[in-house]
């Protein structure tokens, strides 16, 4: 927990080469300083893999860094992500968790892609080659390949025909539902925050009784600005926001050369900063 005053906007979601970004931590870092932010969130699948790395980085460069997590969680048949600031790192909840949602992503990777090999040259091989040692195995790697192959142009592509759902190749993975993922979070001393909640429209946030239900479970927060929320989702979300009490934080979701998404495209205010690092427990930031 940090009690002193933040004067600066962050980006509160990155991802690196641990999950599905494609810059290292390091690498990562020096983007956040060439694009002037002072303070950002590194926030890889389901992992805590590249803290230390991004850590050291964030230290030679004076950047702020918060470390965090996006975990992944289900609602029915919907994938829900929960961020989480300063979670513990050794927390075994949270941990097996993590690593069972990993696993099930690994398996399910490997069955998409058996199904995609019936039609396409594409191997196991293939997707590993695009990965780093350590990292969290999912579709954008698989993408990633196809791009290689030459099955697609860029990984949206890939994601828009044949990693889509209607082409028949989809698998789902094990995820917790979001209240479990929640909970977890806080008990790890974390402070959680729904991901990017307004991508399908207005029609499709999620539903008030529900949010409330999250609120009560210790949700902190709306990631409200994003840039794959739609412009009809967000008064809608910024109304949900404060009729339960929730902050409301922004991100650019940056993965490198995996998303148009560029860093520092949208920031959370320092005022909302400064409430997540007093009530974060489980971990410490880097703080110039």
């Given amino acids: 927990m940090v009690d002193a005053p933040f004067a600066v906007a962050a980006d509160l979601h990155a991802h690196t080469t641990i999950s599905d970004g494609t810059d290292t931590p390091t690498e990562l870092v020096a983007a956040a300083s060439a694009a002037g932010l002072a303070a950002l969130a590194i926030t890889d699948h389901d992992s805590t893999a590249g803290w230390a790395e991004a850590s050291d980085a964030a230290r030679r460069r004076g950047i702020a860094l918060i470390p965090g997590i996006e975990l992944s969680t289900r609602e029915q048949f919907t994938s829900v992500h929960v961020l989480g600031y300063l979670v513990d790192p050794d927390d075994e909840p949270l941990l097996a968790e993590m690593s069972r949602i990993r696993d099930s992503r690994m398996t399910r990777a490997e069955a998409i892609v058996r199904r995609i090999s019936a039609d ?127 902050a409301i934080t922004g991100s650019s979701d940056y993965h490198g050369r995996g998303k148009v998404n560029r860093l520092g495209q949208y920031t959370t205010a320092p005022e909302v900063v400064a409430r997540i690092l007093a009530e974060g427990h489980g971990s410490e930031p880097v703080l110039p």
Avoid: C, M
Avoid at 219 to 246: I, Q
């Fill in 120 to 246: 396409y040259d594409l191997t196991w091989d293939d997707v590993l080659a695009q990965t780093s040692a350590g990292a969290t195995i999912g579709r954008p790697h698989i993408a990633d390949a196809l791009v290689a192959r030459g099955h697609a142009s860029t990984r949206s592509d890939a994601f828009a025909g044949i990693l889509h759902w209607r082409s028949g190749y989809a698998q789902p993975h094990y995820a917790p539902d979001p209240l479990t993922g929640i909970r977890l979070i806080r008990a790890a001393g974390g402070v959680p925050v729904l991901a990017h909640p307004g991508t399908r429209g207005a029609e499709d946030v999620v539903p008030d009784r529900r949010l409330g239900r999250f609120a009560d479970a210790g949700l902190f927060g709306l990631e409200v600005d994003h840039p794959e929320n739609t412009d009809a989702a967000k008064p809608r979300l910024r109304e949900l926001a404060r009729r339960h009490g929730l």
